[in-house]
Structure formats: structure tokens, C-alpha cells
């Protein structure tokens, strides 16, 4: 049976909050009654400057100008990390590598690294080949990933890592891949396999682009943006993730509210909780989008009493919506919340066009907004 859809339902969704923090980076992890959600806790704020997300621009040795370094111009320079190297070395050598404006290419092969503790690069500007077969394998599987701290204009190419073993357990603001207070910065056709938490997280960033992205196996978010300023993620998936495929959240705890969000030619398949988010975040397009099957709603957007933003300006179109609540969790009952379209406590200007909900659980949409009821245009109802 087909329906079209003007008006919905309400019903109110309570949040249990608790918050962890963690030294070193400032992190924090959120966990509510029926599902969980990475956040992150900043202790400042810092003024960031605004535009569009940006296309790549064309390198030295790149004769079809698209962005990526050709093989045929880039002889391998990995300034010390090497498949036959330990675990231990090649994490002692990753500083030296990701250095300044170095441009790094990798040659085939498993580049073991010891995450036992925090990997950080600090202020990378240059850019990171990995050539086809070449691939970051983390020996702990409860470990820290790599954190980018700072930079401009970074560019990651065919980035790609798995583990030893696959974690199975989250663990608190273990992100893979964390891109902390970073501009410009390009991940493009990356293949992540496997993190403690988030698999892709940005915070505080401005500019990022997430583009031919696979992000699958993580026990938190796949990819994540955490108050940034414009940031786009486009033409990429995620499987199989502990949290939300796809999250835009802003945080209110001392850090700008992020906005400018956009996401085109994204897919999410098997979300423990929810598949593409906006928590806090103003101004965001998502378009072109599919979701397949989640344990808690399809798509999403809230306030939630973590604290976060409000979030404003939010445009969802063109997209499908399969199998929301239908996917099982151990020992989790999210599926009550899981609408396949969801609303909670949103500001002005929440836009939901011809998006198609099949088989959802719950019901096709559902939440509570009184103040500013979301706009519903062309949504078909299976």
C-alpha cells in the first residue's frame, strides 16, 4: 500500500545522558537509553573561516588534473615506513612521515602499526599515496587510531587500514581517523575496515571533503563530522556500524555551532542505531541518498539534551529509505524510535522532499517538533 504523507504523529523521545571524559585529546563519549552516539567535548572556542567545501586541486604529476597523483609520476618516498618494518617502527616513524608539506607514497603491502596509544600528526599539510595493495594494519584492536592534529590543505588518497583483528568493542573516543581543528582537508577513495569507535571523525573542522569513501566495521559512527564548518561528504558508503552511518552534530559546549553541511550520493547499510543524522547542525543538504536497514530511525533530526545545538535549515531530498528498526541489535530495544523519518525538538526550515519509506517498523515518520513542525513534500509511504 502506497500513501502520501502531509502530517505525522508525534511522540516524545526520552534521552538518558551520561558523559565520559578522556585526557589528552579533549573527547568524550554520549550514551542514551536506547542507543549510543559519539560526542565530543571541546574547551574553547575558535573563530573559522567560512566558504564551500572545495574540488581538489590539481597536484604536481597529475596530467588528468583530477585531484590524484598518477603512479606513473610518483615514485615511492615513504621517509621511513615500510612493510618490514614492526609494528613498533613504523609507529615511530609516522611523525617523520606525515611532516610538514611532505608528499608520502606508499608502496604494496601491510604497514603494521602499534595504536596501543595515540598516534598523533600535528600541523600536516602534504599528502598521503597509497598505492594499490598498500594498507595501515593496526595491531590493537582496542586502540587509538591516527589523530591529525591541525593543518591546511592536507590530501589523502586511496586511504586504506584494517586490524589484525576486528574490534568487536567499542571503546571511548578511539576514532580510526581523527581529523581535530584541520582545514581543507581531502580524504578521497578511502577503504577503512574496522575501528573502536568512529571509522572517519572531524571536529572542529573547516572544509573537509569525504569523497568514494568505504567505511564498514566500526563500533561507532562511520563517518562523523563534529561542529565544522562546511563539510561535504559525497559518493560514499558505510556498513555495518556500532552508531549512525553518517552523523552531522554539533556539540554545545563551548564550541560554534557547525553548519553547511552536505552530503550527496551517500548510502548507509546496517546501522546499530541510525542511519543518516542531523544533531545540532544548521543549514545541511542531504540529497541522493540511501538508507538500508538501521536499528533505531532511517533518517534524523534533533536537539538532544547532551547538550547540543538546535539544528536549523536542514534539507533532506531524494532518497530511499529501507528496512528502518529491522536491524538487529544484542540486548537493544531502539527500535521503538526507529520512524524512518524522525524529528525531535528542531528549529525553522526542516525540509523533508520526496524521500520514499519502505518497510519501516515503526512507522514511516514520527517525533515531536511543536514549535517548528517539519515541512513534508512528496514522501511515499510502502
Not at 33 to 44: H, I, N, P, S, V
Not at 223 to 241: C, E, G, L, Y
Not at 279 to 299: P, Y
Request: charged fraction near 15%.
Amino acid at each position: 500500500m502506497r500513501r502520501l504523507i502531509v502530517l505525522v504523529s508525534t511522540m516524545v523521545l526520552p534521552l538518558l545522558v551520561g558523559v565520559m571524559l578522556l585526557s589528552g585529546v579533549a573527547l568524550a563519549e554520549d550514551v542514551e537509553a536506547t542507543f549510543k552516539q559519539d560526542d565530543l567535548e571541546g574547551t574553547y572556542q575558535t573563530d573559522r573561516i567560512y566558504g564551500d567545501a572545495r574540488s581538489p586541486t590539481p597536484t604536481s604529476g597529475d596530467a588528468d588534473s583530477d585531484g590524484i597523483p598518477d603512479a606513473s609520476d610518483e615514485p615511492v618516498n615513504a621517509y621511513g615506513l615500510s612493510p618490514s618494518n614492526t609494528a613498533t617502527e613504523n609507529s615511530a616513524a609516522l611523525a617523520n612521515a606525515f611532516y610538514g608539506t611532505h608528499n608520502i607514497v606508499l608502496a604494496p603491502g601491510n604497514y603494521l602499526m602499534d595504536n596501543s596509544s595515540r598516534l598523533v600528526v600535528s600541523n600536516f599539510s602534504g599528502s598521503l599515496r597509497m598505492q594499490e595493495g598498500a594498507k595501515f594494519v593496526f595491531t590493537n584492536s582496542a586502540g587509538y587510531g591516527i589523530t591529525f592534529a591541525g593543518g591546511t590543505g592536507a590530501r589523502l588518497y586511496n586511504l586504506t587500514s584494517s586490524f589484525k583483528t576486528t574490534p568487536t568493542s567499542r571503546v571511548a573516543a578511539h576514532e580510526l581517523f581523527l581529523f581535530d581543528t584541520t582545514t581543507d582537508t581531502l580524504v578521497k577513495n578511502a577503504d577503512v575496515d574496522g575501528s573502536a569507535a568512529a571509522g572517519l571523525l572531524f571536529y572542529r573542522a573547516t572544509r573537509p571533503v569525504v569523497d568514494n569513501a568505504l567505511v564498514q566495521h566500526t563500533m561507532a559512527d562511520g563517518i562523523h563530522f563534529a561542529n565544522s564548518v562546511n563539510p561535504k561528504v559525497t559518493n560514499s558508503t558505510t556498513d555495518v556500524t556500532g552508531d549512525d552511518g553518517i552523523a552531522f552534530v554539533s556539540y554545545n559546549k563551548g564550541v560554534p555551532q557547525g553548519y553547511g553541511g552536505y552530503a550527496n550520493n551517500v548510502t548507509v547499510k546496517k546501522s546499530a542505531a541510525r542511519g543518516i543524522t542531523v544533531v545540532g547542525d544548521r543549514n545541511v543538504l542531504i540529497e541522493n541518498f540511501k538508507v538500508d536497514e538501521t536499528h533505531s530511525a532511517g533518517i534524523y533530526v534533533a536537539y538532544e539534551t547532551i547538550p547540543t545545538y538546535v539544528p536549523s535549515g536542514v534539507t533532506y531530498r531524494y532518497g530511499t529509505i529501507l528496512n528502518s528498526a529491522y536491524y538487529p541489535v544484542a540486548g537493544g530495544d531502539g527500535w521503538s524510535h526507529g520512524f524512518g523519518i524522525a524529528h525531535f525538538s528542531v528549529g525553522p526550515n526542516i525540509i523533508f522532499d520526496t524521500v520514499t519509506v519502505t518497510s519501516s517498523r515503526v512507522a514511516c515518520t514520527g517525533g515531536s517538533s511543536p514549535d517548528y513542525p517539519p515541512t513534508f513534500t512528496n514522501i511515499t509511504c510502502n
